[in-house]
T-cell receptor, first 111, second 115 residues
């Protein structure tokens, strides 16, 4: 049930782009993306729902391929503040309110 | 609105003891979920409470239990602590009425160290 994230870690220079992938072996109803900085709580970034609806931040985009049970998070023109660990959380039931999280992708942006 | 609050923020216990952690959700939120975060296992779902009832449960032993009060505040209890219970325990709140469509908002967590 735990989704698989890739890559595990990535280092970028400011201004570069990155893609973080999340895949599950189960049919998904939604995919949630969070960013966690060291010592802090995970912060919501985006939710992608079955059927195509999305809610999230303007500067971050993501895709959700329901048939392949995959989601990708796109970080463009990265800034130093983008550094942190990115987690995807997946929900497998329509009435569910519990997330199965991937192991995270550590993103480091350097000047 | 105030965010999700958790108390205490840090806790040190010894093996065999029990511990109770508290979570106050965002005002108006009726669902509270608990997660355990460890370096090796990542974020793992413990359970979710809605309107004082446990609605979802993860794959943890019975030593982990919880409850929710009428004001939506929730407590989590771990009995007979083991070294492996050392972790950051996070709670997250949401409105609770829209299932998979809802955003969960996390609290700062309680860091538990078991010696």
């Amino acid at each position: 049930q735990q989704p698989v994230q890739s890559p595990q870690a990535v280092i970028l220079r400011e201004g570069e782009d990155a893609v973080i992938n999340c895949s599950s072996s189960k049919a998904l109803y939604s995919v949630h993306w969070y960013r966690q900085k060291h010592g802090e709580a995970p912060v919501f970034l985006m939710i992608l729902l079955k059927g195509g609806e999305q809610k999230g931040h303007e500067k971050i985009s993501a895709s959700f391929n329901e048939k392949k049970q995959q989601s990708s998070l796109y970080l463009t023109a990265s800034q130093l503040s983008y550094s942190g660990t990115y987690f995807c959380g997946t929900e497998e039931g329509a009435g569910a309110n519990n997330l199965f999280f991937g192991t995270g992708t550590r993103l480091t942006v350097i000047p | 609105k105030a965010g999700v609050t958790q108390t205490p923020r840090y806790l040190i216990k010894t093996r065999g003891q029990q511990v109770t952690l508290s979570c106050s959700p965002i005002s108006g939120h009726r669902s509270v979920s608990w997660y355990q975060q460890t370096p090796g296992q990542g974020l793992q779902f413990l359970f979710e409470y809605f309107s004082e009832t446990q609605r979802n449960k993860g794959n943890f032993p019975g030593r982990f239990s919880g409850r929710q009060f009428s004001n939506s505040r929730s407590e989590m209890n771990v009995s007979t602590l083991e070294l492996g219970d050392s972790a950051l325990y996070l709670c997250a709140s949401s409105e609770g009425t829209s299932g998979y469509k809802e955003t969960q908002y996390f609290g700062p967590g309680t860091r538990l160290l078991v010696l």
